[in-house]
């Protein structure tokens, strides 16, 4: 089976752009969470998705929002790019269980704002 | 912010030593999960412990988990060359769903 997909790989965009961020889950996984990674630091949750309906947000400022289709693909979308946007954005997909599932993630997309 | 913190930032060992890393937390867990990143790529889930256990083991890997102190340790055994790495923690909280919070990372170098 496939794993976590994301796209694209790498994109460079100017500030005050608008970027938009994919990701495929692996197959029956119902949840997606986006995460941010700064160079040099650990992972920050952005967002989790669930059947199509957001269970959770980091603390990010509006300019990010993400949402989940039918098919559980989900898309994580930034406004208003800042140089601070640059980073590695993950993607994780997972089956929740009782006590939560384990998370699968994606190679990432490396968005450069310049 | 990050509700972990992993220690120390960065370790150095010879092939074959054994590699201690350690992660600290904030608050109340469901579990913990560890997991390893090679060049800033995706991460690759090594272990999870749910809150109920104090230790597991898998392959090479061993970890404990101290919910009263809030902190759990990643051994890795007889490491090898390829192990290099950067090493987190994340905590799954006890919420809707399964929210994931990594530490800071430990970035293991295992030198043949």
């Known amino acids: 089976d496939a794993g976590v997909t994301q796209s694209p790989t790498h994109l460079i965009k100017t500030r005050g752009q608008h970027v938009t961020l994919r990701c495929s889950p692996i197959?029956?996984?119902?949840?997606v969470s986006w995460y941010q990674q700064v160079l040099g630091q650990g992972p920050q949750f952005i967002f989790q998705?669930?059947?199509?309906?957001?269970?959770g947000r980091g603390n990010f400022p509006d300019r990010f929002s993400a949402r989940q289709f039918p098919n559980y693909s989900s898309e994580l979308n930034v406004n208003a790019l800042l140089l601070g946007d640059s980073a590695l954005y993950l993607c994780?997909?997972?089956?929740?269980?009782?006590?939560?599932?384990?998370?699968?993630f994606g190679p990432g997309t490396r968005l450069t704002v310049t | 912010s990050q509700q972990g913190e992993e220690d120390p930032q960065a370790l150095s060992i010879q092939e074959g030593e054994n590699a201690t890393m350690n992660c600290s937390y904030k608050?109340?867990?469901?579990?913990l999960q560890w997991y390893r990143q090679n060049s800033g790529r995706g991460l690759v889930h090594l272990i999870l412990?749910?809150?109920?256990?104090r230790e597991k083991h898998s392959g090479r890997l061993r970890v404990t988990l101290d919910t009263s102190k809030k902190s759990s340790s990643l051994l890795i055994t007889a490491s090898r060359a390829a192990d290099t790495a950067s090493y987190f923690c994340a905590t799954g909280v006890s919420n809707t769903g399964n929210q994931f919070y990594f530490g800071t990372g430990t970035s293991l170098t295992v030198i043949p």
């Open positions: 608050t109340s867990i469901n579990n």
């Open positions: 197959s029956g996984h119902k949840s």
């Open positions: 994780a997909s997972s089956s929740p269980g009782r006590t939560g599932g384990l998370q699968y």
């Open positions: 412990i749910r809150s109920n256990e």
């Open positions: 998705y669930y059947e199509k309906e957001e269970r």
